[in-house]
């Protein structure tokens, strides 16, 4: 009698203990989830995907040492918190996680890009850094055989240009021969080509019966200042002349301060918002002003800031 006392004891003893290790298992689920959430948006950053995939692969091990535990595996609510974590593990080794991180290198190296006036590599990161966003975007049960093909074909290409997903079988090295540039890319390369030809003459005149490029910096008596070419100075005196106004519009003296900058005002023309991008030269000035397009109608406006 006092043996199975003592055995049914024990019995409860493991299985209070087994109820506590389950408990763990669950903490871990709850908390490996949103983690794991974070790698299917498509906004994901840098150290999103970076804290992810540290946190995830932890998880799992500290859930299979619970689970290796007596009686854990066996456990009738074991299999619940098991498939939080699968999920988890599962979409930290899918395509949506080399995705992203491609996305992020994109990025990176677009903007780099972009600082030194590569264009086919500012295009061409750019266009695989959207590729990669609205292909997690995707819905995951809506993925179909084409999606996944356009998964394969963009992170080959970003390999061929040197940016690595750094997944499972990650290469580390460029793929040796001609990378490969996308028509579409290399059209919009050579459009860049064409505007920046044009641009090194300086920035467009703002009078809209002109625009020629190489407009000088001028000034009125009440200080404000605008882009206008030589020949449409005397036009513009001439027009305040007829509406009124004393015709005081002039060349800035000595003109643009070598230490000056030029900012160009990008502006949503049917909409609210706005971002300024700060140049060194007049010619990058008007460059980004015919390149940049953050808004459906945007326009700009280039102003000159002079260095405190
Ligand atoms: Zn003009």
Not at 28 to 36: N, T
Not at 58 to 81: F, K, N, Q
Not at 134 to 159: F, G, K, M, T
Request: charged content about 25%; overall charge positive; some cysteine.
């Amino acid at each position: 009698m006092t043996s199975s006392l003592d055995q049914w004891r024990a019995n409860a003893r493991a299985a209070e203990e087994t109820g506590r290790q389950v408990r763990r298992l669950y903490n871990i689920a709850y908390r490996v989830a949103p983690i794991g959430h974070l790698l299917a948006s498509p906004d994901a950053t840098t150290n999103d995907v970076a804290y992810a995939t540290a946190r995830i692969p932890r998880a799992v091990s500290a859930a299979a040492r619970i689970l290796a535990l007596p009686g854990v595996a066996d456990h009738a609510e074991t299999p619940y918190a098991r498939s939080f974590i699968n999920a988890a593990e599962r979409t930290l080794k899918g395509t949506s996680t080399r995705l992203l991180i491609t996305a992020n290198g994109a990025r990176a190296a677009a903007a780099q890009a972009a600082h030194e006036r590569d264009d086919l590599r500012s295009v061409l990161f750019t266009d695989i850094e959207q590729r990669c966003r609205n292909l997690v975007a995707r819905p995951r049960d809506r993925r179909d055989r084409a999606d996944r093909e356009a998964s394969d074909s963009v992170l080959a290409l970003a390999a061929q240009w040197g940016l690595h997903h750094g997944g499972p079988g990650a290469s580390n090295r460029a793929i040796s021969g001609e990378p490969a540039v996308p028509h579409y890319v290399a059209h919009e390369v050579a459009r860049r080509a064409e505007i920046r030809a044009r641009c090194t003459a300086g920035i467009r005149c703002t009078r809209n019966a002109c625009l020629e490029y190489g407009a000088v910096w001028a000034e009125d008596s009440t200080g404000a200042h605008v882009f206008l070419c030589l020949s449409c100075i005397p036009v513009e005196n001439a027009d305040r002349v007829a509406r009124g106004f004393a015709p005081t519009i002039r060349p800035v003296p000595d003109g643009v301060p070598a230490s000056a900058r030029y900012v160009v005002f990008l502006y949503n023309g049917s909409g609210r918002g706005g971002e300024e991008v700060s140049c060194d030269t007049a010619q990058e000035a008007q460059f980004v002003a015919e390149t940049m397009r953050p808004f459906n109608n945007t326009g700009h406006h280039i102003r000159v800031a002079l260095a405190r």
